[in-house]
């Protein structure tokens, strides 16, 4: 028999029997009602319900995930003890707790709606058929498709943006001013990385006084698919951590998790801080449909989680100190069977994805209309700027010009907070954001810990509670160790949410190479291949100055009115250069627009040097400011005239405007300092070859190894010269192809 | 036996109980038990017996549409329509009503038995009557084949937006009822949006004479009056999940019956009532075999519908696919109508 039927069956005997475990007290707590336990059972016979039958559907192929709730369903009581609009980041095998938390709602159909998730209609009111997947705009409940607590570092942030939210007076705010985050896991995903950084930064943050109104719950059922976790180490890992309140409670008794779930609320709501919810529980029928506990489980284990069924517990607590009879307990429970197996057949009629178009109309969200704004005032800027302000009139270099982008946006829109290390105070590692926290106090300027996880997860909570974060990575090689929260986590928001939800963010990352032998590969990192490939993500990259204003700008615009996902990448080795041709000649440095000036830069647009039609060469950042040096030589020395195109944007690619930007020239040579292998030449040679096969293209990029010390820093990358010699191979070849023909 | 069907069975409101109905509680042989104490309830508060007013040569307005006359009577014919039903054919798996039609599920949902049920429909209309605030008018969101007329819906939100708080108008949704929207109103908000809102199809839009402005803050005083007479001890729980005009579900041994009370008394009377929501919920919820639309009368059927076509309940979206699945296998069973009564009594 399929273990989900033993369960059932023998549930219904033992209640039939009046076999179910003594209730351990002899009255309910005071607070809970007979009527509220009735309820959170029925939450937990529905659970259960869904699970039996998600396994009848995935066997009549009309249903196509079955990992399940089953042994968990004490999460009935967790919710029970929170409020809708506290926010709820939760586990997979949390059914019980949106169920219950439905209930609190007038006009919330749980049934139907976690059915036609299964049965991944179109209809489904969360992802739209994109996943089988907890969710649900108006329970406050963000979608979580993650298995390993890649969720917890958001909740952490939105717990963050609780408070921040609150002083900032940020208008659009989602989030009562007294809310407290829920964020819920396994016991197996407690140990990741991830689940450790994120509760690690509630703790660094709660330790200094920041508000940090959570509550993680961990669900320990021993026992992560086949590896046990070893006994009593969730305790032993979390009981004494600082800043953080422990408390544990029976997962498998309603009364005691509602009593400890209700003090953890309680206690998180008052003293903003955060709260380890140790819940034990049992996982019942292995770890999805497919696993067969047997080859790592003995009988006898097996055995005892079944006999643990937290169901059979919740009877013996209604039928000992609710009154109810056994045949009443056994209504409730067949009865919602009953009315799941009919809700079932119906949602299985419901229409489903059928195309690629829809299956992406939500990879980018919907456009919005934030409240619009005049530009920061002459006054306000005069104030900001302080005895900077004269100096706004003399042409800069990249790095100051950011910074002045940066003042006058924030300025503008008070809604935006920096985050990252080393921003506030120091002012970042190259002067980007100096003197920012000076201008806009520490809470919008916001110093972090050492933890690109948490950075991430901060900025994204932030943007859950309408602040707009611009959190700053201090090197590119150092988004890799957390790249998944944006690959997983914030690019797919709005997908499996049908842009429902978002996180509109801009995250500053300084990169690539070419600093003259300092730092090594991990200050240098040239490979953006992690992120190009992420659907819905813009990656703007300017090579001066002027250019960076505007697309700040224009990334400020395409976050608050589009509500996308960019990361800004600045090329640090342009962050102080001033000079382009020779030393003192100040051409790359530029004036600044203020807000409302200059002709702006929508996303896509490239930038074009010079108009000769001998050569195209299409770069971007170092390869842009090295070709343009390139340019002037074979002008001068050679007698090509070559225009210089400046991607700006490396993803998406705008074959349109770029194939435009080609325009007259036959011939094509594309400048990549990113490593060959992945780099954006790769897209760009594919693309052209199908949007211009008339072309003749060639390339140069970096090789595929990592960037030494010293005077070899620069070696395996595109130089000036490299580039002169591919240029005049690129003209001497085409013209040799000529002669020839 | 064949299986049982399962029903959600909707309970009618205000408006149902016309000349065409006069008569319908000695028609159907209404449970004698029931109405002895019906009209013995009724001449204990000094008014005419429900077998009198059923039995009365002619319908009058003045008698038969006034609040203290109409509820007790709908409640009469409704709930002795509940006891019909044949429970060897249909598994009642939930019950909802629309505005008044909330008091009559309430008793057959077993929250209130039957005199108590009564007398809070009775009471209610009584008070309505005689408070009398404002009235109701309703418009129509959709056309001629029960389609949405495209910018309806915000033409009317728009008008009662710029109505409402202006020039002494107060104007508020009453009932979401499906294709249609009920408004509560003063004289002077219903005559400015009669003036100023879109018209149609047909006689659209139609004041409802002998209403009051229900669901709205216009009966806050016959909420407070309530509060302080009716008692919350004869609530109870209910035997029947019982959807309410929020679309909440109210279900046997988990309801919190002073919350039950609260709102019957208080969010349903000054609020919006969903009626939309309401069989939306229930339909998705329970997936029941049939409606079943308790009498007087068979008016709630359109609304009923709309209601469905909003989901694309079993593929229906527009009167003639309802007209066709009613032709072949009725999904909605109307008590007021005899041939559909049949399918649903024993006989």
């Known amino acids: 028999m399929d273990p989900a039927e033993s369960v059932h069956e023998a549930f219904r005997a033992r209640v039939a029997a009046g076999e179910w475990p003594r209730a351990q007290t002899s009255a309910l707590p005071a607070g809970l009602t007979p009527e509220t336990l009735a309820e959170m059972f029925a939450s937990q016979a529905l659970s259960r319900q869904l699970d039996r039958t998600a396994r009848f559907l995935q066997a009549r192929g009309e249903g196509f995930y079955t990992i399940g709730s089953s042994g968990h369903e004490g999460m009935a009581a967790v919710a029970e003890a929170f409020r809708v609009s506290d926010m709820a980041f939760l586990h997979y095998r949390d059914a019980a707790f949106q169920i219950q938390r439905s209930k609190k709602l007038p006009g919330q159909t749980p049934a139907w709606d976690l059915l036609l998730s299964f049965a991944a209609s179109a209809e489904d009111p969360i992802s739209g058929g994109r996943h089988k997947v907890l969710g649900s705009k108006a329970l406050f409940i963000p979608p979580q498709t993650s298995t390993i607590a890649s969720h917890l570092p958001k909740a952490m942030g939105a717990a963050y943006a609780v408070g921040l939210g609150k002083r900032l007076e940020a208008p659009d705010r989602v989030l009562p001013d007294d809310a407290v985050i829920v964020a819920s896991f396994g016991d197996a995903s407690a140990n990741h990385s991830t689940a450790q950084g994120a509760i690690n930064a509630a703790c660094w943050t709660a330790w200094q006084g920041g508000p940090m109104p959570i509550v993680f719950v961990c669900e320990d059922n021993g026992i992560g698919i086949s590896v046990k976790t070893p006994r009593g180490w969730i305790e032993a890992a979390f009981a004494n951590r600082p800043a953080l309140k422990y408390l544990a409670c029976d997962g498998l008794d309603l009364a005691d998790t509602w009593q400890a779930a209700s003090e953890a609320a309680a206690f998180a709501r008052r003293t903003r801080r955060p709260v380890f919810l140790h819940m034990s529980c049992v996982r019942l029928y292995g770890h999805a449909g497919s696993d067969v506990q047997g080859a790592y489980l003995s009988k006898a284990e097996i055995e005892e989680a079944e006999s643990n069924d937290p169901l059979l517990r919740s009877a013996g607590l209604l039928a000992d100190l609710a009154g109810l009879a056994p045949a009443e307990i056994l209504q409730i429970y067949d009865e919602t069977g009953e009315a799941v197996t009919r809700v079932a057949e119906q949602a299985i009629t419901r229409p489903k994805l059928t195309t690629a178009k829809e299956v992406m109309a939500s990879l980018i969200p919907p456009r919005r209309t934030p409240a619009p704004s005049n530009g920061p005032s002459l006054e306000a800027r005069k104030a900001a700027f302080g005895s900077e302000f004269v100096a706004l009139d003399k042409p800069a270099h990249l790095a100051r010009l950011i910074n002045w982008a940066l003042t006058d946006l924030m300025l503008e829109h008070g809604e935006i907070v920096l985050a990252g290390e080393d921003v506030g105070a120091k002012g970042g590692v190259y002067n980007v954001t100096s003197k920012l926290q000076v201008r806009f106090g520490s809470q919008r300027v916001v110093d972090t810990l050492l933890d690109e996880q948490s950075i991430l997860g901060l900025a994204m909570g932030l943007a859950h509670n309408g602040l707009l974060p611009i959190p700053e990575i201090q090197f590119l090689a150092y988004v890799h ?25 801009i995250l500053r990352i300084a990169g690539l190479g070419y600093q003259r032998g300092f730092g090594g590969h991990f200050h240098n990192d040239n490979s953006i291949a992690a992120l190009r490939d992420i659907p819905g993500v813009i990656i703007a990259c300017p090579s001066n100055g002027a250019d960076a204003v505007a697309m700040l700008r224009e990334a400020v615009r395409l976050a608050r009115e589009e509500q996308r996902v960019i990361v800004f990448l600045e090329p640090i080795a342009l962050y102080m250069t001033r000079d382009l041709h020779a030393e003192k000649d100040g051409l790359w440095t530029f004036p600044y627009a203020a807000p409302g000036a200059g002709s702006g830069i929508a996303l896509g647009d490239v930038g074009v040097a010079g108009k000769g039609s001998d050569l195209a060469i299409v770069s971007y950042a170092n390869g842009h400011f090295l070709s343009r ?43 990549d300092e990113c490593r060959i292998t992945g780099s954006p030449s790769e897209g760009l040679m594919a693309g052209l070859a199908e949007h211009a096969p008339q072309l003749s293209l060639s390339r140069i990029a970096a090789e595929d190894s990592f960037i030494p010390l010293g005077r070899a820093a620069t070696v395996t990358l595109p130089s000036r010269d490299s580039i002169l010699a591919a240029a005049l191979g690129a003209v001497g070849g085409a013209a040799r192809r000529r002669r020839s023909a | 036996m064949a299986s049982k069907r399962t029903a959600l069975v909707i309970c009618p409101g205000r408006g149902t109980y016309n000349a065409a109905e006069l008569g319908y509680l000695a028609r159907w ?28 040569e002619a319908w009058k307005a003045g008698v038969h549409a006034r609040g203290d006359n109409a509820s007790a009577l709908i409640f009469a014919s409704s709930y002795t329509d509940y006891l019909a039903i044949d429970r060897d054919a249909f598994d009642i798996v939930a019950v909802t009503g629309n505005s008044m039609g909330w008091y009559t599920a309430l008793a057959c949902g077993g929250a209130l038995s039957a005199k108590p049920g009564l007398a809070l429909a009775n009471t209610m209309g009584r008070y309505m009557q005689e408070a009398m605030i404002g009235g109701q008018a309703i418009w129509s969101l959709v056309d001629e084949d029960w389609r949405p007329i495209p910018g309806r819906r915000q033409a009317l939100t728009n008008a009662i937006a710029a109505i409402n708080g202006h020039g002494g108008a107060e104007l508020y949704v009453s009932i979401e009822l499906g294709g249609m929207l009920v408004l509560a109103g003063n004289e002077t908000g219903l005559a400015a949006m009669t003036a100023a809102a879109p018209r149609g199809p047909g006689r659209f839009p139609m004041g409802l004479p002998g209403h009051a402005g229900f669901h709205s803050p216009l009966q806050s005083r016959v909420s407070e009056r309530a509060k302080t007479t009716i008692s919350v001890a004869p609530f109870g729980q209910p035997n029947v999940p019982m959807i309410d005009g929020a679309g909440r579900i109210w279900r046997p041994h988990m309801s919190d019956v002073r919350a039950l009370w609260d709102y019957t008394l208080g969010q349903q009377v000054t609020e919006t009532y969903d009626f939309t929501l309401a069989v939306q919920v229930g339909v998705k919820e329970f997936a029941p075999d049939a409606l079943i639309v308790l009498g007087p009368g068979e008016t709630l059927g359109g609304a009923i519908a709309q209601s469905l076509f909003g989901l694309r309940w079993l593929g229906m979206e527009s009167k003639a696919d309802f007209l066709a699945r009613q032709a072949s296998d009725p999904f909605l069973l109307a008590m007021g109508r005899e041939e559909q009564r049949r399918l649903v009594t024993q006989r």
Not at chain 1, 481 to 505: H, V, W
Not at chain 1, 637 to 659: C, E
């Open chain 1, 481 to 505: 160790n957390a790249e998944d929260q944006i690959r997983g986590e914030a690019s797919t928001l709005s997908f499996f949410s049908s842009g429902q939800y978002t996180n509109p963010l």
């Open chain 1, 629 to 671: 040096q390139a340019q002037k030589i074979l002008g001068e020395q050679h007698g090509i005239n070559a225009r210089v195109i400046d991607l700006r944007w490396l993803s998406p690619l705008d074959f349109s405007k770029i194939v435009a930007a080609i325009g007259p020239a036959k011939r094509v040579l594309i400048v």
């Open chain 2, 29 to 56: 042989g209404a449970d004698p038990a029931f109405i002895a104490m019906a009209d013995s309830y009724r001449a204990s508060q000094g008014q005419p017996s429900v077998s009198a007013l059923d039995g009365a």
